[in-house]
């Protein structure tokens, strides 16, 4: 009997136990974050590269949980919520939030520019999506052509024409929006004729390395140039030195966003930021 309940404890904490015993602890705890307000959003300002302003502000997910003693990375709890149906309040109230302090922002004489909300897979599978974004910009009393969707390809090609449905009524009421993590997916290229976006966000691991791998400015410059041939903006993200940003600008990318600039900011840092750049 000794034998045993000494293998089931060793089955209790081998890897699989506590990944586990990890996930129904986070499970749990994320249950309650909305209502104990453990959720706030971080602002990483997103740059043009002719006259380095400001162009726009990306609303990045943040959890302070109390019980888990710290912040929670979204690469953690987002597929959580997803796979729980959690993502649906989450994600409306970071919609919201995000529009929120936009029309804050303009109410404070600052120069309008949109904010960029990511949207999950099952967030985008609502049907009321486009009326409940429409219910929150008038609420927040904020101008739709001031708030920018991102999705990503894995979203986009899941039912292409519901997509495609989708995304028209979104852009019907002058919503932007731009395609997340470009290149890392699998859309074909003949699917990006059909959507209607506004802008490519090449995704981090091409910029990562472009100073070092000419596979990846080759493939950085095919990008931009297929966006200006479609007629989107292109930015550029996890831009961390100079020499990224130099390329960059180079290949005619047209903004970026990376710790180079700023890393996601406080709403109250961000603020700061942004009154900074326009002050005087
Ligand atoms: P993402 O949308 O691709 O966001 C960019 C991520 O790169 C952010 O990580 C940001 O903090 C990070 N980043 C920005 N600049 C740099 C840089 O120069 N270097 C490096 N190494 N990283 C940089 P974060 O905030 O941890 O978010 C991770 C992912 O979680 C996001 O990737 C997005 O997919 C998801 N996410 C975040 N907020 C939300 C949300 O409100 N809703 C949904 N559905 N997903 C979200
Ligand atoms: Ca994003
Ligand atoms: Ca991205
Ligand atoms: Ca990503």
């Given at each position: 009997?000794?034998?045993?309940?000494?293998?089931?404890?060793?089955?209790?904490?081998?890897?699989?136990?506590?990944?586990?015993?990890?996930?129904?602890?986070?499970?749990?705890?994320?249950?309650?974050?909305?209502?104990?307000?453990?959720?706030?959003?971080?602002?990483?300002?997103?740059?043009?590269?002719?006259?380095?302003?400001?162009?726009?502000?990306?609303?990045?997910?943040?959890?302070?949980?109390?019980?888990?003693?710290?912040?929670?990375?979204?690469?953690?709890?987002?597929?959580?919520?997803?796979?729980?149906?959690?993502?649906?309040?989450?994600?409306?109230?970071?919609?919201?939030?995000?529009?929120?302090?936009?029309?804050?922002?303009?109410?404070?004489?600052?120069?309008?520019?949109?904010?960029?909300?990511?949207?999950?897979?099952?967030?985008?599978?609502?049907?009321?999506?486009?009326?409940?974004?429409?219910?929150?910009?008038?609420?927040?009393?904020?101008?739709?052509?001031?708030?920018?969707?991102?999705?990503?390809?894995?979203?986009?090609?899941?039912?292409?024409?519901?997509?495609?449905?989708?995304?028209?009524?979104?852009?019907?009421?002058?919503?932007?929006?731009?395609?997340?993590?470009f290149g890392t997916g699998y859309s074909s290229l003949g699917a990006l004729k059909?959507?209607?976006?506004?802008?490519l966000k090449i995704d981090r691991v091409f910029v990562r390395d472009l100073v070092?791998?000419?596979?990846?400015?080759?493939?950085?410059?095919?990008?931009?140039?297929?966006?200006?041939?479609?007629?989107?903006?292109?930015?550029?993200?996890?831009?961390?030195?100079?020499?990224?940003?130099?390329?960059?600008?180079?290949?005619?990318?047209?903004?970026?966003?990376?710790?180079?600039?700023?890393?996601?900011?406080?709403?109250?840092?961000?603020?700061?930021?942004?009154?900074?750049?326009?002050?005087?």
């Open positions: 009997a000794k034998q045993q309940g000494r293998n089931n404890y060793q089955l209790y904490t081998s890897a699989i136990g506590t990944k586990v015993l990890e996930r129904l602890v986070l499970e749990n705890n994320l249950y309650k974050a909305l209502d104990s307000h453990e959720f706030l959003l971080h602002y990483q300002p997103q740059i043009n590269l002719e006259n380095g302003q400001i162009v726009g502000m990306e609303a990045l997910l943040r959890w302070q949980s109390q019980d888990l003693g710290g912040l929670v990375s979204p690469l953690q709890f987002i597929p959580l919520a997803e796979e729980t149906g959690l993502i649906s309040p989450i994600g409306e109230w970071v919609l919201r939030t995000a529009c929120a302090q936009n029309r804050a922002w303009q109410l404070a004489g600052l120069p309008p520019l949109p904010i960029a909300v990511n949207l999950s897979a099952r967030q985008f599978q609502n049907k009321n999506l486009a009326s409940t974004i429409h219910q929150i910009l008038k609420e927040t009393g904020l101008d739709s052509q001031y708030l920018e969707i991102e999705i990503t390809e894995s979203i986009a090609i899941q039912d292409m024409n519901f997509t495609i449905e989708v995304l028209h009524h979104l852009r019907n009421q002058n919503i932007q929006i731009a395609m997340d993590d059909h959507l209607p976006i506004n802008k070092r791998d000419s596979n990846d400015a080759a493939i950085i410059r095919a990008i931009v140039a297929l966006g200006h041939g479609l007629n989107l903006k292109v930015i550029a993200e996890g831009v961390e030195n100079l020499e990224q940003l130099q390329f960059l600008k180079a290949a005619k990318c047209d903004a970026m966003q990376g710790y180079l600039f700023s890393k996601p900011l406080s709403a109250e840092a961000a603020t700061r930021l942004y009154q900074c750049q326009y002050a005087g």
